[in-house]
Structures are given as C-alpha cells and as structure tokens.
C-alpha cells in the first residue's frame, strides 16, 4: 500500500511539472494582465498610458524591464515606470499556471 502512495505520489509530480512547463505565460500575456489588473496599457512597450481615474489618463515611461524565462517551470517579469512628474514605481510578477501573480506592487501616489 505504501509503495502504490508513493508511485502515485511521483506520477502526480510528473504530470504537475508538465503541466506547468507547458502552461508558462508569454509575454504577451503579462501585457493583457497588466492592463486587466493595473490598467497600464503598453501597445509601443515603451510608452505605456494608465488610467488614473474615469476620463484621465496620463503616460508612463517603461525605464527599466526584466524578464526571466530560463525558469523551466515559472516566468518572472519586472518592470519600471516612471511618470510625467518623476514618480516611479516597480511592478514584479511571477508567471504559473498560464496566469500572472503579483510579487512586488511599489505603485506611485497616483494610483
């Protein structure tokens, strides 16, 4: 009975590690999530536009960017942005299960 637990136990991890290998999310995918979660809208990658409330909206620099797919089973994503009146903030994110999760949100007073 023990040793069934345990091949059970081992086939069980096998099929999460696959499973999260071929779930990792793109790029692509952490934009869609940033704009769903934090309403940063990134079309040019460089110059982004948040929505600070109903009808304003003001632009953000992207000043410094990491992403770390090397990870067999994980993405990880960091980004700067800085605003019109100097104001930065990071936003890191880790990417499991087809689906991005924040780290570190060190937003700016405007949000």
Request: proline content about 2%.
């Amino acid at each position: 009975m023990k040793k069934a637990m345990q091949q059970i136990f081992m086939i069980s991890l096998l099929l999460l590690a696959w499973y999260m290998t071929t779930h990792r999310p793109s790029e692509e995918q952490f934009y869609a999530w940033l704009e769903e979660e934090y309403q940063i809208d990134c079309k040019e990658k460089v110059s982004c536009t948040r929505k600070a409330e109903e009808n304003s909206v003001y632009t953000l620099i992207e000043t410094g960017s990491t992403i770390k797919k090397g990870y067999l089973l994980f993405n990880t994503v960091g980004k700067v942005y800085e605003d019109q009146n100097g104001d930065r903030f990071t936003i890191k994110a880790i990417g499991v299960f087809g689906d991005y999760f924040t780290i570190i949100d060190d937003s700016s007073p405007h949000s």
